[in-house]
């Protein structure tokens, strides 16, 4: 099984239309889970969130409604996008249903061709946003970590010491490590050690 194989979890009390649901959706290459009822379908989600919920409005216990609302009030699922199953009959109930946040719907019979484009639109549409929101995460994180020093630095001509904002006169590596990530090291470079040092270095003095 592909590992980035779309996850579509299908929601519906009819076992018939489970089965032809998840026929026609395995044979398009996704991963199908199925429950009967929202409650179910509520734990399965917390359980491992899909890619998109397939949601029978109309269902004996917790309706469709409810469990879009729940879904939605959650912010572990609110992301995932619910397309409702309906009959005819029952469209009045799905501007309740957009309203909760559902983004398509799909009516009963079901016509195989326009259940597999919407399914698709919205599995895409889904993982482009979650890309999208991992990116925008490791680019905060990154910028978070990082400090960047810029503009004119006044630095005295002799003691090299650097004027802060405020006025004061601080150790270059003090200004430095107070407005960076960098860590200092300390040696001698060779003309300091050649001054302080002269016996070292050959020098009679």
């Known amino acids: ?15 018939r239309n489970l089965q032809l649901l998840a026929l026609l959706l395995d044979k398009a290459g996704y991963r199908v889970s199925m429950a009967m009822d ?24 917790m309706d469709g409604l409810e469990t879009c609302r729940r879904l939605k009030a959650d912010p572990a699922s ?24 559902a983004v398509d719907y ?31 995460q490791t ?9 960047t020093l810029s503009g004119l630095l006044p630095i005295c001509a002799r003691c090299k010491k650097i004027r802060d904002d405020n006025g004061y006169w601080n150790q270059i590596e003090n200004f430095i490590t107070a407005h960076s990530d960098a860590d200092f090291t300390h040696g001698i470079c060779p003309d300091c050690s ?12």
């Open 106 to 136: 799909v009516t009963k019979p079901f016509r195989g061709g326009e259940l597999l484009a919407r399914v698709a639109t919205h599995v895409s549409l889904r993982r482009a946003l979650e890309r999208e929101r991992q990116l925008r």
């Open 78 to 101: 609110e992301g995932i996008p619910v397309i409702f199953l309906t009959a005819k009959a029952e469209l009045e109930d799905l501007q309740e249903g957009f309203r909760l946040g």
């Open 1 to 15: 099984m592909p590992e980035n194989q779309p996850h579509i979890l299908i929601v519906d009390d009819l076992p």
């Open 139 to 147: 680019l905060e994180e990154s910028l978070a970590q990082v400090k």
């Open 38 to 61: 929202g409650a179910r379908a509520l734990d399965m989600v917390r359980e491992e969130p899909p890619d998109l919920v397939l949601l029978d409005v109309m269902m004996s216990g």
């Open 194 to 205: 050649h001054a302080l040092y002269p016996e070292m270095n050959g020098s009679q003095g």
